[in-house]
Structure formats: structure tokens, C-alpha cells
């Protein structure tokens, strides 16, 4: 069974800060590994996706993530912080094989943004 | 070219109704999946429908819920005899079938109990 857990359910950084979401999965299989953000009262919006080519992928707004099938983690970075980046992040996982293809998320994290 | 359309974006129902929610997906994808968010909550997995069938309704509770994607028109979920525990947004996703493309999501049904 796959499983994913996002450490800290909330997030705070300075504006024009480091931004870093951490994400680890568990998968009995290659994974399909994606980002995605909720802002608020709306649906989630792909950020970006590993699908087994590249391990550092990049996404929209300067976000961008990186593989590392060692550590079993897929973090989501941005190197300066914009105050428009709050909102909810949700990393989530597929399996490549099975013939389930939805999708387990973990339970999200809040970035705030200070000004 | 619209994305995922659920609606109605709020409902409101009474304890013991029943709530039906609808979701079109995007023109050219053929597979639907239903999450449930509950507050301060990730989004948790119900079902996904191709065309007329179930493919995998493990996250379904058992009674009062039920799901459909029928050859015309859009996939229904529908909550019988509601209790304020259903008070959740329902999100709806679609994808044209390879995962490797991620799901795109519609807004969402957000539903309240009363």
C-alpha cells in the first residue's frame, strides 16, 4: 500500500525567503510523485509531477521538486518566497503498475507568508 | 475548453435528505475519481468510475453512498439520508486515463449539513 506524510502541517517563512515542503512516501512500487496547491475555498491545481525521468522537476510560479528514490522523498522548494505562494500544499502518490490509478495524498501543509 | 465543472458549488441539506453531486470532466477524459476533504483534513479517496463502471470504490463507506458515471452525461455522487458528519467539499478529478499526466481537479461541492 502506498502512503505519503507531509512533516509539518503548517509552514511559515519571511517573504522573499526560502520556501521547503517536505514530503515522504511509501510505495511497494516506482511511484508516480506529484505537488499540488489549494487556495482557499478553490480545487487543487497541479504544481508539478516525477514521473520516473528527470528527479529534479519544475513546475509553475518557480516551484520545483526533487526525487530522491534514497531518502523516499520528493521536497518542494522556492528560493524566494512571494507573498501570493500562501495557500495549502498537498503532495501526493500513484503507483505506476496497479491498475488503481487514483491517487493517495497526504494531509497537507499551510504556508504562510509574513510580509 | 473547460476544465472539470462540478456544482452546485454549495448545498445545503437538512439531516435525513439526500444530496446529489455532479461533476462533468474535461472534454476527452474518460476516467472520474471522487475525493472527500473534511475540514483541516487532506483529501481522501472515494471511488473511480470509467464510463458505466465502477473501477475502484474501496473508499466508498458502505451504506448511503453511491457513485455513477453513466454513458451520457456527468458522474453523480449521491449521498442518501445525510447526517451532519457528511458536512465536507466533495472534489471530483479527471484524467484521460494515463496517471502519468496527474488529474485535473474541479472546484468543488462543499456541503453542509443542517
Known amino acids: 500500500a502506498q502512503s505519503v506524510t507531509q512533516l509539518g502541517s503548517h509552514v511559515s517563512v519571511s517573504e522573499g525567503a526560502l520556501v521547503l515542503l517536505r514530503c515522504n512516501y511509501s510505495?511497494?512500487?516506482?511511484?508516480?510523485l506529484f505537488w499540488y496547491v489549494q487556495y482557499p475555498n478553490q480545487g487543487l491545481q497541479l504544481l508539478l509531477k516525477?514521473?520516473?525521468?528527470?528527479?529534479l522537476v519544475k513546475g509553475i510560479n518557480g516551484f520545483e521538486a526533487e526525487f530522491k528514490k534514497s531518502e523516499t522523498s520528493f521536497h518542494l522548494t522556492k528560493p524566494s518566497a512571494h507573498m501570493s505562494d500562501a495557500a495549502e500544499y498537498f503532495c501526493?502518490?500513484?503507483?505506476?503498475?496497479?491498475?488503481?490509478?487514483?491517487?493517495?495524498f497526504g494531509s497537507g501543509t499551510r504556508l504562510q507568508v509574513q510580509p | 475548453n473547460a476544465g472539470v465543472m462540478q456544482n452546485p458549488r454549495h448545498l445545503v441539506r437538512r439531516r435525513g435528505q439526500e444530496a446529489r453531486l455532479r461533476c462533468s470532466p474535461m472534454?476527452?477524459?474518460?476516467?472520474v475519481y471522487w475525493y472527500r476533504q473534511l475540514p483541516e483534513e487532506g483529501l481522501k479517496f472515494m471511488v473511480y468510475?470509467?464510463?458505466?463502471?465502477?473501477?475502484?470504490e474501496s473508499g466508498m463507506p458502505k451504506e448511503r453512498f453511491s457513485a455513477e458515471f453513466p454513458k451520457e452525461g456527468p458522474s453523480i455522487l449521491r449521498i442518501q439520508q445525510v447526517v451532519r458528519g457528511d458536512s465536507a467539499a466533495y472534489f471530483c478529478?479527471?484524467?484521460?486515463?494515463?496517471?502519468?499526466?496527474?488529474?485535473?481537479f474541479g472546484s468543488g461541492t462543499r456541503l453542509t449539513v443542517v
Open positions: 516525477y514521473t520516473s525521468a528527470a528527479t
Open positions: 510505495s511497494s512500487v516506482p511511484p508516480y
Open positions: 472534454k476527452g477524459h474518460s476516467h
Open positions: 501526493a502518490v500513484s503507483d505506476q503498475d496497479t491498475g488503481r490509478r487514483a491517487l493517495t
Open positions: 468510475l470509467q464510463k458505466e463502471n465502477i473501477i475502484d
Open positions: 478529478a479527471s484524467s484521460p486515463g494515463d496517471s502519468r499526466r496527474g488529474y485535473t
